[in-house]
């Protein structure tokens, strides 16, 4: 006998985790996993060129991806960078589009007729969702995300579909101060639709101990970093930082994600001599990655851009400073000096010497990563909050929708 669910929700993605290994819309399945079991929702994302995928059948979420070309070309979503980097480096993939989003407005709109409500993450879907919303007389709840507003800066065409999916939704969610400023400096006429709901973390990285107290005369610094190997991600920085560093101090690196830049990265290692100070270690299952910052010191982060990085979350969560770019959406989580250290884009030395400083102070390091915990801790970033300020956004804009329908 099938379970009773009071509300049934369609969710509108282009990226979700397909694979154990993938880290594509991790975050999205979080949110996923941690709504109330009454709602059933059904997950709505493009299909992908392996056949190794999907075979688990179940109830809640349903997973329902849209196919849009023959399977082998279905390469547009769900590779590190997802979309845009698909599109930057397959220049031939510019012709999946039209009937990309056809497929994904069919398959949105078949499961909307029997939904109360869309939510639709990126602009892109809430322009599909929102039309298909407003067809089957239903709210849409768009989540807006950094890479809608690095896009709409500097692309008409992306600020089009900005703007078409705001004026379509219901509600519109940022995931960070910045970007709820930015849009309601570009949009106030939306002021009553905007909502931050900051992502969470796992409390998984809340049980992780601390690092040990003592330390060994010639202790080796373990560094961290996590995320798609794309050229946005600038891990080139940090690797550059560590040719000023090499022998200098004792560290290791280990780099975890994959993506289009990997073989240029590992390139650039052996060609600065820091092979046995770098490891890669590939995509891994989203669980392990606990276990990884467990056995670091230190995380770093070297984005030219950024929405609010979970990985800093995480790594904030488990204890761990982190020592990242001054972005919009960083710095509004770290503190510097308090709970990790920033550095400007580009500046190779001050990243080399904020390592450094780390790697020589144990008790500022230790320090840090405690401020960083607590910091998780009070503003109670946790992903079971932010599915419930999710549940309590949908009826709002369930009853909104109604009322002013009727």
């Known amino acids: 006998m099938g379970a009773s669910f009071s509300m049934k929700l369609t969710l509108l993605t282009t990226s979700y985790p397909l694979t154990p290994d ?30 190794d995928i999907l075979t688990a059948e179940q109830e809640n979420p349903a997973i329902l991806p849209f196919r849009y070309a023959p399977r ?14 698909a599109l930057k480096n397959h220049k031939w993939t ?16 078949r499961s909307a007729r029997k939904s109360k409500i869309i ?6 879907c809430g322009l599909i969702g929102g039309i298909a919303g407003y067809l089957c007389n239903i709210p849409t709840v768009t989540t807006v995300r950094g890479e809608d507003i690095t896009r709409a800066r500097k692309s008409v065409f992306d600020r089009i579909i900005l703007s ?17 400023k930015w849009l309601l400096e570009q949009y106030p006429q939306s002021l009553n639709k905007i909502r931050l709901i900051a992502n969470g973390v796992s409390d998984k990285f809340l049980l992780i101990n601390p690092p040990s107290g003592t330390q060994a005369k010639n202790y080796k610094i373990r560094l ?5 190997l794309i050229q946005r991600k600038g891990v080139d920085q940090i690797i550059h930082a560590l040719k000023r560093l090499n022998n200098c101090v004792p560290l290791h690196l280990t780099i975890v994600g994959d993506g289009p830049e990997k073989q240029t990265l590992m390139q650039l290692v052996v060609q600065n001599g820091l092979s046995e100070s770098i490891t890669f270690v590939g995509s891994i299952d989203p669980d392990q990655i606990p276990q990884l910052l467990a056995a670091a010191d230190v995380s770093l ?10 990985v800093v979350l995480e790594s904030m969560a488990a204890g761990r400073p982190v020592i990242a770019t001054d972005i919009e959406g960083v710095n509004e989580l770290i503190t510097h000096g308090r709970n990790g250290l920033l550095f400007q884009d580009g500046a190779i030395e001050e990243l080399a010497a904020h390592i450094m400083k780390l790697a020589e102070d144990q008790e500022a390091r230790l320090a840090m990563g405690l401020a960083a915990r607590e910091f998780i801790i009070e503003h109670g970033l946790l992903w079971s909050n932010t599915a419930n300020k999710y549940t309590q956004l949908y ?5 909104e929708y109604t009322s002013c329908a009727g």
């Open 22 to 51: 993938s880290n594509s819309g991790i975050f999205v399945a979080r949110l996923v996993e941690n709504l109330p079991k009454h709602i059933a929702v059904s997950v709505i994302l493009p299909a992908a060129s392996r056949l």
């Open 164 to 180: 078409c999916s705001m004026k379509l939704s219901t509600r519109i969610v940022t995931v960070s101060n910045s970007i709820a």
């Open 395 to 399: 009826y709002e804009a369930i009853e």
């Open 94 to 109: 510019y012709l999946l589009v039209p009937q990309f989003l056809v497929a994904m407005f069919i398959r949105c709109l």
């Open 72 to 85: 082998q070309f279905q390469i547009l979503a769900h590779a590190p960078g997802g979309i845009p980097v």
């Open 119 to 124: 939510h639709a993450n990126w602009a892109i």
């Open 301 to 310: 982060l070297a984005s030219h851009s950024e929405g609010r990085p979970n």
């Open 224 to 228: 961290i970093t996590i995320g798609s």
